[in-house]
Nanobody
């Protein structure tokens, strides 16, 4: 069993920065990737950034150059550094632990990010 706890969300003005954290507990040995998703009101959940077990990263086009995903392997924590925030970044941000297509994945409870114009 894996538990994910996100933190770091809040209200920020456009152009500002926030850093989200996702602390994982439980067995992470077989993890393939840690992924940040977001869901804005009335919209589908979308992938924001991912970091694989080898450290490779992937970003949605909408956040490239503004967001950085990183991890602290020793502490099973993943971070999302968000800079140059825009009102359209407003959403609930979720952390996801991906163990591959043959295993269940796990989700955190989400953390609200609100960017005011």
């Amino acid at each position: 069993q894996v538990q994910l706890v996100e933190s770091g969300g809040g209200l920020v003005q456009a152009g500002g920065s926030l850093r989200l954290s996702c602390a994982a507990s439980g067995s992470m040995v077989s993890i393939l990737a840690m992924v940040w998703y977001r869901q804005a009101p009335g919209k589908q959940r979308e992938l924001v950034a991912a970091i694989g077990s080898s450290g490779n990263t992937h970003y949605a086009d909408s956040v490239k150059g503004r967001f950085t995903i990183s991890r602290d392997v020793a502490n099973n924590t993943v971070f999302l550094q968000m800079s140059s925030l825009k009102p359209e970044d407003t959403a609930v941000y979720y952390c996801n632990a991906d163990f591959g297509p043959m295993a269940r994945d796990y989700w955190g409870q989400g953390t609200q990010v609100t960017v005011s114009s």
